[in-house]
């Protein structure tokens, strides 16, 4: 392709790569990433970037492929190759300096509406060739569709969702096009019946540019790089960093095997709505290659929880490199041994048009229990994200755009036991990895009040190993408005191993003020026997919640793995894994000090 450097004309050592220099490199290009990532947290004003962290910058080569990352959002990772790759494909020939473009698109690489990515090519200094590219994605609160937060339960096509935008110049020759991004986030998500645009636009726009600086941030770096080393040697390595990784996945495979004593592995799991998510692996140990194939996996749903396929290479090149117990930088290596084969028409390859808000954050989720089980490397973790969006505005009752807002968090539960280990209390799990915004932050922002955030006792799987405890929320709305959940296992535990007990299932409650206008408060009554009504609302619901009302969230716990042989002769009532309390700080250390004389 013209104007972009081939990775066959980097030239590499015959003796190949010095060990040194590939560290050295592998943590210069993770720090790149990790720098675009504190401009970016500095320089936004969301809750959902600058505290929640949802939001993932990365390094790719001039073919598109993933070279470096810091540890931000594996689900962004492993799919924001496919976004630059398709960029490249429509603007390759045309890319000059000071270019940037925007996309969200599941079509072109996007894993749901919300995570917009922003793209700019590195061009060389002197030969005006690409040599680099870096993006970021990061999580906006609302992008339009019919409900505030743009994550609605109930989607069944994509255009619900919000502004789908396949390609966008965001910034044509350095100079930022306004009215474009008001066209595409405002202007045509408002066009579909029953959808608004953007409900803050103003917020959307300037983590927009933050994202843009970011990226900006990591093009400064590079070439500070390539000014120490000389372009020919940076290439070099980064694709020494991509053939380490490649070797590394590939002795996995063959251990996998050799432990397994068959190169044949299968497992199966299901969503809440009974749909198949099925896998069979076949390890070649000659070579430590795999053939992963999800046939048998369930058709396309009519919600909103199918998974675009790089949603799917996403989920997997994450397993890969958890597995792995060598400190390797997540990159397109990690993919070079596997062939993905995922049948079409299902859920994990759906038509253009299918709603897929969930399949991203719930489906991934589900992807990961499933390879993570195959391998038999660990017992389910809570494999849910337990969305939560609640705001105001849109379009009222005459179809009239209405300003508003929109707030979106996702909610820590359990995570899986293995052989050796407890599972975590009360944590983001596995392609997630993001915070949950501070309760001050939360309270003065929004009109809510947070009456309980802790563990969930009673909801890790019992076992040798110990499941992680789920966390209960407990949220109370201090103005009418729309609340949606979207969740997982309500209805189907997440699983454990060799003998391990299941985590206990997800509930979300609401507890709803009696009130006369709702018909629930007799208005001839003097008093009311009950105070309030306690509502199963399921996994996927949205309420128009009244003044007072609120949401209990209880988030399912992780699988243990293994058999507890005391506990089953009644030698242990506590868990092992939790520690008993000891005094600590300045003040106990310093009666620890005085204790010793």
Known sequence: MPGIIDSSSSKTSSNGPDPILLTLFANRFMSVAEAMGRSLQQTSISTNIKERLDFSCALFAPDGDLVANAPFIPIHLGSMSF???????????????????????P???????????????????NTKEIIFFTASRGHHADIGGILPGSMPPTSVNIFEEGAEIES????????????????YMVEKPSQYPGSSGCRNIRDV?????????????????????????????????????????EMSV????????????????????????????????????????????????????????????????SAVIYCMRAMLDVDIPLNAGCLVPLEIKIPQK?????????????????????IVDVVLKAFHAAAASQGCTNNLTFGTGGKDKDGKAVAGWGYYETIAGGSGAGPGWHGTDGVHTHITNTRIGDV???????????????????????????????????????????????????TRQPYGMEGGGPGALGRNTWVKRLRTEDGDLDPHARYSTIPSREINIGGKATVYMGKGDRLVIETPGGGAWGVDEDAVHGKKDIAPHVKVWEPRGSVAERAAAQAGF
């Not at 299902?346 to 589900?366: K, M």
Request: net charge negative; proline share 3%; aromatic share 6%.
């Open 346 to 366: 299902s859920l994990l390859s759906p038509s253009r048009t299918a709603a897929v808000c969930g399949g991203n954050v719930l489906t991934s989720q589900r």
């Open 107 to 125: 079509y072109a690489g996007g894993s749901h509406l919300p995570d917009i990515t922003i793209i700019t090519p590195v061009f060389d200094s």
């Open 83 to 105: 976004a630059v790759k398709y960029q490249m494909r429509l603007h390759g020939k045309t890319l000059k300096e000071g270019d940037v473009l925007m996309t969200n698109s």
């Open 250 to 313: 590939r002795n996995l495979l063959r251990d996998v095997a050799k432990r397994a004593g068959t190169g044949v592995l299968s497992a199966v799991d299901y969503l809440d709505d009974g749909s198949p998510i099925s896998l069979r692996v076949e390890i070649n140990e000659t070579d430590g290659s795999a053939v992963l194939d999800f046939e048998g996996t369930g058709y396309e749903v009519r919600g909103n929880l199918n998974a675009p396929i790089s949603v799917v290479h």
């Open 440 to 490: 001050e932050i939360l309270e003065r922002r929004y009109p809510v009040m947070l009456h309980q955030f802790g563990l969930r006792h009673g909801s890790a799987g019992l076992g040798k190993w110990h499941g992680g405890e789920g966390v209960i929320r407990d949220i109370e709305f201090l103005e009418s408005m729309q609340v949606s959940i979207l969740s997982e296992r309500r």
């Open 168 to 183: 966008f110049k965001i910034v044509d020759g350095g100079v930022f096009d306004r009215e474009g991004l008001v066209d």
């Open 205 to 245: 726009e300037s983590d927009l540019k933050a994202q843009i600086a970011a990226n900006h941030k990591g093009i400064q770096l590079i070439h500070a790089i390539v000014e120490d080393y000389g372009l020919p040697t940076v290439q070099e390595y980064m694709y020494h960093i991509r053939a380490n990784a």
